[in-house]
């Protein structure tokens, strides 16, 4: 909770242009995630890292694109390809270990006009 | 692939009211299991988590979850609410020891009238 940090809290973009989202973490933990809250349907995985240099798609990541190069920083790039890109973006961090509790970052609202 | 359903979508309730939230889910395996609360403009956070052991599991702000493993159902329960329990509910699985990403349930949004 304290321990991750999202910028901007609210983005707005034009269509058509990539934007880059933020999500730094001082947890220590080695898993990063990021999913999507629409209303009325939940939060949905849109990538995850479990490891530095290393990530996985999640259930809806095309149109999404991501990097961790460091172990305290998961960026999320929401690209021109992403048709529907207005939505909350949550970032969650979580250890990676055994059964894992994943504690969420304040989100980012990106608004594409 | 992993499904949570959760089935009610909007529950008002009047304080004092006691309240139980639906969850059920789809896999077959082992899961770990979580209920999350969104209060109005703040973070996610978690209530209570699953993982082994007593069914019955305790969280923050007297708020309880039961196990029931032959139901695929872990739904949450309060005695009596106040005011400040309106927020939204989500309920989260994992797939044990494999997939480490929750899988969410649609939410419920809980509006309690003083």
């Known amino acids: 909770d304290g321990g991750i940090t999202q910028s901007p809290k609210y983005l707005f973009r034009k269509e058509g242009q990539n934007v880059t989202l933020s999500c730094e973490q001082n947890?220590?933990?080695?898993?990063m995630y990021w999913y999507r809250q629409d209303p009325g349907q939940g939060l949905r995985l849109i990538y995850y890292?479990?490891?530095?240099?290393?990530?996985q798609k999640g259930d809806i990541a095309e149109g999404y694109s991501v990097s961790r190069e460091k172990k305290e920083s998961f960026p999320l790039t929401v690209t021109s390809a992403q048709k529907n890109p207005t939505a909350f973006y949550l970032c969650?961090?979580?250890?990676?270990?055994?059964?894992?509790?994943?504690?969420f970052g304040p989100g980012t609202r990106l608004t594409v006009l | 692939a992993q499904s949570v359903s959760q089935h009610n979508h909007h529950v008002i309730l009047s304080e004092a009211a006691s309240l139980e939230l639906g969850c059920n889910y789809s896999?077959?395996?082992?899961?770990?299991l979580f209920w999350y609360v969104q209060y109005p403009g703040q973070h996610l956070q978690l209530l209570l988590k699953?993982?082994?052991?007593?069914?019955l599991v305790k969280g923050i702000k007297g708020f309880e979850a039961e196990f029931i493993k032959s139901k695929f159902s872990f739904n949450l329960r309060k005695p009596s609410v106040q005011w400040s329990d309106t927020a939204e509910y989500f309920c989260?699985?994992?797939?044990?020891?494999?997939?480490?990403?929750?899988?969410f349930g649609s939410g419920t949004r809980l509006q309690v009238q003083p």
């Open positions: 969650a961090t979580g250890t990676a270990l055994g059964p894992d509790t994943q504690y």
């Open positions: 947890l220590n933990h080695d898993a």
């Open positions: 890292s479990q490891i530095v240099n290393d990530f």
């Open positions: 896999y077959g395996g082992t899961v770990n």
């Open positions: 699953y993982f082994s052991g007593d069914p």
């Open positions: 989260a699985v994992n797939e044990g020891p494999g997939r480490r990403a929750l899988t």
